[in-house]
Nanobody, 125 residues
Framework: EVQLVESGGGSVQAGGSLRLSCAVS????????TNWYRQAPGKEREFVSA???????TYADSVKGRFTISQDNAKNTAYLQMDSLKPEDTAMYYC???????????????????WGQGTQVTVSS
C-alpha cells in the first residue's frame, strides 16, 4: 500500500523561503515520478513542477527561476524548494506520485497515481 505524507508548509513574508517534502512509502518495490500542484481558494488547480526518474525537470512559467524540484531516492522523499516567495504563491500544495516498478515482477505492486494530503503555504506582503 502506497502512502504519502507532505510537510514543510507554513506562513512567510514575501521574499522568504520554504521547502516542501513528500515522503513516499513504496516498501522497496517501486520508484516514482513526482509532480507538484497547487490550488488557491476559488481557483483551478494548477501545475507547478515535475521531476522524472532520469532527472528531467519541468516548471510552470510562474515559478521558473524561483522554485527547485528534487528527489532523494535513498530517502524516498521528493522536495520542492521555494525561494523568493510572492503573495500569489499562496495556495494549498499537493504532491502527486506516479509509480514505476523497479523490476517487471513488481508491476502489480506499483500501480496507479497517488496524491498527498496537501500542505498550506501562505505568503504575506
Amino acid at each position: 500500500e502506497v502512502q504519502l505524507v507532505e510537510s514543510g508548509g507554513g506562513s512567510v513574508q514575501a521574499g522568504g523561503s520554504l521547502r516542501l517534502s513528500c515522503a513516499v512509502s513504496t516498501y522497496g518495490y517501486c520508484t516514482y515520478d513526482t509532480n507538484w500542484y497547487r490550488q488557491a481558494p476559488g481557483k483551478e488547480r494548477e501545475f507547478v513542477s515535475a521531476i522524472v526518474r532520469d532527472g528531467s525537470t519541468t516548471y510552470a512559467d510562474s515559478v521558473k527561476g524561483r522554485f527547485t524540484i528534487s528527489q532523494d531516492n535513498a530517502k524516498n522523499t521528493a522536495y520542492l524548494q521555494m525561494d523568493s516567495l510572492k503573495p500569489e504563491d499562496t495556495a494549498m500544495y499537493y504532491c502527486k506520485i506516479d509509480l514505476r516498478p523497479l523490476h517487471p515482477l513488481y508491476i502489480a505492486r506499483c500501480l496507479g497515481t497517488h496524491w498527498g494530503q496537501g500542505t498550506q503555504v501562505t505568503v504575506s506582503s
